[in-house]
């Protein structure tokens, strides 16, 4: 099956500081990834929608100049939070679906970021 | 009104029993259904799709009903295995085929 890749599984940074998260597919190429934030005891909320090529679909709410995406490939999606503060630290975790004839484009999760900001 | 809504539990409950969780939705041009289970702080996992016609997989049986905007998902025999969040999950934008995820309903299998 599909497998998604993401980096690093945990960071814990001082405020102010940015920090860049990445999301590969390995052996599929991805033109859309989805990047999800959890916050403890909560549900996954879409932040945006990443796609190859062009600009990011934030959600409302989510700022996009605080959460940079960049989507420069098929199979690698970055978000990058920038200046973060102690309210940004949460679980990030990145998805992206399969090929259709391998996966009938089944969605992918990668391992999630825990991101601590003290 | 939240997009998909459940009972966030916890569910405390012996090995062997049966558990069912509700979950409804907001949406009525939801197109498809899915149950995630998730462990702490990992990523979620598909369990399992849910059609209309109701679907079994081993010891869990998923139901959808349209009318009422409902899901259910039911595990028989239970496992301290099946201790986890179980997330009902909808794709409420068909375009952009992102998932909307309720909060989870917490089981805990216990001895």
């Known amino acids: 099956g599909a497998v998604v890749s993401q980096h690093p599984s945990r960071v814990i940074c001082k405020s102010g500081t940015s920090v860049k998260i990445e999301c590969r597919s390995l052996d599929f190429q991805a033109t859309t990834m989805f990047w999800y934030r959890q916050f403890p005891k909560q549900s996954l909320m879409l932040m945006a929608t990443s796609n190859e090529g062009s600009k990011a679909t934030y959600e409302q709410g989510v700022e996009k100049d605080k959460f940079l995406i960049n989507h420069a490939s098929l199979t690698l999606s970055t978000l990058t939070v920038t200046s973060a503060h102690p309210e940004d630290s949460s679980f990030y975790i990145c998805s992206a679906r399969g090929p259709l004839l391998a996966t009938n484009e089944k969605l992918f999760f990668g391992s999630g970021t825990q991101l601590s900001v003290l | 009104r939240k997009e998909v809504e459940q009972d966030p539990g916890p569910f405390n409950v012996p090995e062997g029993a049966t558990v069912a969780f509700n979950c409804t939705y907001s949406?009525?041009?939801?197109?498809?259904f899915f149950w995630y289970r998730q462990d702490c702080r990992k990523e979620p996992k598909l369990l399992m799709s849910?059609?209309?016609s109701g679907n079994e997989d081993g010891r869990f049986t998923a139901q959808l009903n349209r009318a009422s905007q409902y899901i259910s998902l039911l595990i028989r025999d239970s496992k301290l295995s099946d201790s986890a969040t179980y997330l009902c999950v909808v794709n409420v934008d068909t375009g952009r085929r992102a998932l909307t995820f309720g909060s989870g309903t917490r089981l805990q299998v216990q001895p």
């Open positions: 949406n009525s041009a939801s197109q498809s």
């Open positions: 849910v059609y209309s």
